[in-house]
Every structure is written in C-alpha cells, then in structure tokens.
C-alpha cells in the first residue's frame, strides 16, 4: 500500500517536472496572444472587435462592389432601394446585412409603408417616427434615400450608445430610455431575434453565394478568388425569397 502511494506520488512529479520544462523550453504551440502583455492583449482584442464587415470590405472594392449590389437587389428586389442602403450603410459604417435586415423587419422594403401609433407614425423603409424626427416632411419620410440617412444614422447612434447590436437595436426599437432602465419589454427582445436571425441568414446566404469568388483579409484587402460569374449565373439573380409578409 505505502509503495504504491509512493510510487503515484513519483508519477505525479514526474508529469509536473515534463510539462515545467516544456514551458520553460517552449515546447508549445500556444497562439501569440499567450505572451502578450496585458496592454498588448487588450489591442489586439479591440482590433478583432473592430474589424471591418467583410460584406463592407467587399461593397468599398470596386472590384467586387457589381457583386454585392447583385446579392441585395436580389434580396430586397430592387437595385434602387438595395443601392441606397449599401451607400448609407457603408456612410455610417454599419453592416448591410444588419441595415437590410432592420429594413425588412420594419417596412418590408416598403419605402411608403406607414404605421399608426397613439400620438405618432412611423414612415418609410426604416419606419422613422414623426416625434423622434419632428424636422422632417411627409415628402422626407418617403424618400428612400434619405430614410434610409437617417434611419441608419439612428441606428449607428444606437450601436455606439448600446455597445452591442443587440441593446442597439432594443433601442431603435423602444427608445434609449426604456432600455437603459432595464425595462425593455418582450416585444422589443422579440424584435431584436428576428431581426438578428433574419441578419444571420443574410451572412450565411452571402457567404455561400459571394464565398468562393472573394477572399477578405484581416485587414479588409480583397483579393478575387474565382472569375466572375457572367450575369443571371448565379442563384441570386433569380432568388425571390419565400418570406411571409405578417409581422
């Protein structure tokens, strides 16, 4: 019984002394990060958290830019309206698949869509509230362009304010003051899934679409991995979604 105490205790200190040394001798393949210092470690967090959108990387390259206007259209089924969210979202640094996910939530690409609420109404493609935007005219909300202006100027406001796309977009949905409180109510976080689920398929779809034909590095270069395919080849030229029109 002794001997075999003695002889786990060994074992034990042998296993400790190998895997001392193997630090020691840098016998390890830990990623970089392991020996950063702490300030370094924070920016290279920051950065990671900060990278740029790949669909943004791509749509800034004019190279690739045909392509992604291609997939929105197809998405939204108009050039015009997927134009105008890809310049605004690109303007305020804000993903175009949040942005276009956030406009089907609200109008359903709609640019005259109009929603009663007691004492307000909402307008347009990214559903503007006449209180929340007393300065602007009938006329103003229904032009696509500059409803999506200020509808994604809003929204990054929002982001930046929330610190996460989830409390950003809670509080374009009920207000910052409600949100902040901690008081947020079940049909804002209902919101926020379906339009963060609608976002998820977006990426998904574009990367199966646009994957094989772009490479986006880490520091926001695209390179072309494949020629481009010749217009009506790919599946998104005559993709109409299958989405219910209810809300």
Known sequence: ???????????????????????????????????????????????????????????????????????????????????VILKRAEEYDVSPSLAAALSWEESRYNPEAINRNKGSIDRGLFQLNSKSFPNLTDRDFFNPDLNARYGIAHLRWCLDLGGSEVSGLAMYNAGTTRVRADSTPKTTLDYVSRVLAFKDGLDALFTRELGTRWLVAADGGVRALAPRKAQGETHMASVFFPLTTSR
């Open 1 to 83: 019984m002794f001997l075999g105490v003695v002889a786990v205790l060994l074992l034990i200190s042998s296993i400790t002394l190998i895997l001392i040394a193997g630090y020691g001798l840098g016998m390890n393949n830990d990623p970089a990060w392991v020996s950063m210092h702490p300030d370094e470690y924070r920016n290279a967090v920051l950065k990671e958290k900060h990278r740029s959108d790949p669909i943004l990387a791509l749509y800034r390259d004019k190279s690739a830019r045909d392509d992604v206007v291609a997939f929105f259209s197809a998405v939204v089924h108009s050039e015009d309206l997927a134009r």
